[in-house]
């Protein structure tokens, strides 16, 4: 029974093996120079480089220089956005502007609070507030 | 759905009232695949959508990690063996790959073998957090295995056996 089940999922990556199956969808826009970065599917180790080349393809733009990470459309999400999230709040810390994030899911939220994140950036439970709240700053700095 | 023993339940609290084992190639893309089949496995119980994403995120945890450490560049074998009682769930996650020489230290929050790849050393922490025991063991060589139980305190007390006709 075992092995039948092994030989139909082998089979089954293999039909699938060409194709990119990406269940995660990156959508950027733009306020002033907030890079908002609206992710939405499910974030995990599988399709963690796709999300990084992605975004960074888009940071490097020079009309950015805060970012607010849109996870509101985000069903699931595991450490591998931690370090995603990380990595990029490194990155625009080092040009000194602002993260923030929009979530609202209990499980993602959890996953924040414990991996030290919601200590470093802010977390609001819908992106018009996070982008207000990095407009705010940005204003206070100029 | 089984279960003779529903109703002695009591008696046979050590006995899993369904048990499953999932095999698979350690290929990332099953990382959804895995979660997506425990959570449903464990939906039997009819927890709340609380303890069933901490199901979900421990699950993706412990697969990640036989897959990016323990396989590396590697294709081997994972299997997920899941056993279900009357109000927990103790699912074991075993590769055939390189093993972890230090758990102790493979266990602390932050620590990643692999800083290139921007992980966030969190998988342990994270697979700790979620679920309510974690026991690691793993020989150099040989492999990992990472045993994890959820107790799911809303089932507790629910009259079982009025689903099970």
Do not use: W
């Not at chain 1, 923030?100 to 959890?110: E, H, R, W, Y």
């Amino acid at each position: 029974m075992m092995c039948l089940a092994y030989i139909v999922i082998v089979f089954y990556s293999g039909l699938y093996k060409e194709r990119r199956m990406i269940r995660l969808q990156v959508k950027f826009s733009n306020k002033g120079n907030i890079l908002i970065v609206k992710l939405i599917g499910e974030l995990d180790h599988h399709v963690s480089d796709y999300v990084r080349r992605k975004i960074d393809s888009e940071m490097i733009k020079p009309t950015t220089k805060n970012m607010v990470f849109d996870l509101s459309n985000l069903s699931f999400m595991d450490s591998s956005g931690i370090g995603i999230i990380m990595g990029r709040y490194r990155a625009i810390s080092r040009i000194n502007g602002q993260v923030a994030v929009a979530c609202s899911n209990t499980q993602i939220l959890k996953l924040l609070e414990m991996s030290g994140i919601g200590n470093v950036v802010p977390i609001f439970d819908d992106a018009d507030k996070a982008v207000k709240s990095v407009l705010e700053v940005a204003q206070n700095d100029v | 759905m089984m279960s003779k023993d529903r109703g002695t339940a009591s008696a046979d609290r050590n006995k899993p009232i369904n048990e499953m084992t999932l095999i698979f190639p350690s290929l990332s893309r099953n990382e959804s695949f895995a979660r997506v089949v425990a959570a449903s496995f464990v939906s039997q119980l009819d927890p709340s959508v609380e303890e069933l994403s901490d199901v979900r995120t421990a699950v993706s945890e412990a697969v990640t990690n036989a897959i990016i450490h323990g396989y590396e560049n590697e294709t081997g074998i994972i299997k997920m063996v899941c056993l279900l009682y009357e109000d927990s769930v103790e699912i074991t996650v075993i590769d055939e790959g390189k093993g972890i020489e230090n758990i102790e230290l493979a266990r602390q929050p932050l620590y990643t073998s692999k800083p290139d790849m921007e992980r966030s050393g969190m998988g342990f922490t994270v697979m700790e957090t979620f679920m309510d025991e974690v026991n690691v063991e793993s020989e150099v060589g040989k492999g990992t295995k990472v045993t994890m139980i959820k107790y799911f305190d809303s089932v507790k007390g629910k009259d079982r056996t009025k689903n099970n006709k």
